[in-house]
């Protein structure tokens, strides 16, 4: 038997919404939340008025794919998908751009940064939730010396 390492990386989440979520008025919220917070991007010319965004993250085989369904998803608050970053810097400047965008907008829902000391690693990590049915946790690895 040989070994398969598999997919070397994520390169899209999807989720089902409702049609209304996904109007021109829904689409400018949560583009302008996650492009504010996130850096993500609309690809306009994926953009289906009611029924389709596609927000590219970072390059072009990375994206968050939202499609309308008359039946949308429903997740419990803390199903999440998660994004790493580099440094500990660039997760309190993630952090800080969502509570921000908290203050004027309470739908906003932020669960504040927290430390989990593994011993060889600390998990650095917060969540943010803006309008889609999942939840972004945000990681740092910390590796001991």
Known sequence: MTEFSGPARFNHVAMSMPADSLDENGRADICRFYSEVFGWQEHPSMTEDR???????HS?????????????MRAPRLDHFGLA????????????????????????DIIDYEVED??????????????????????YFEFAA
């Open 51 to 57: 029924k389709r965004l596609v927000m590219g993250v």
């Open 60 to 72: 072009y085989d990375q994206f968050v794919f939202l499609i309308a369904d008359e039946e949308p």
């Open 85 to 108: 970053v580099d440094t500990i810097e660039q997760l309190h400047e993630v952090l800080n751009r969502a509570k921000a965008l908290a203050e004027s907008d309470d739908r906003v």
């Open 118 to 139: 593994h011993g060889v690693l600390k998990l650095h990590s917060f969540y943010v939730g803006y309008l889609l049915p999942m939840m972004v946790e945000v990681q």
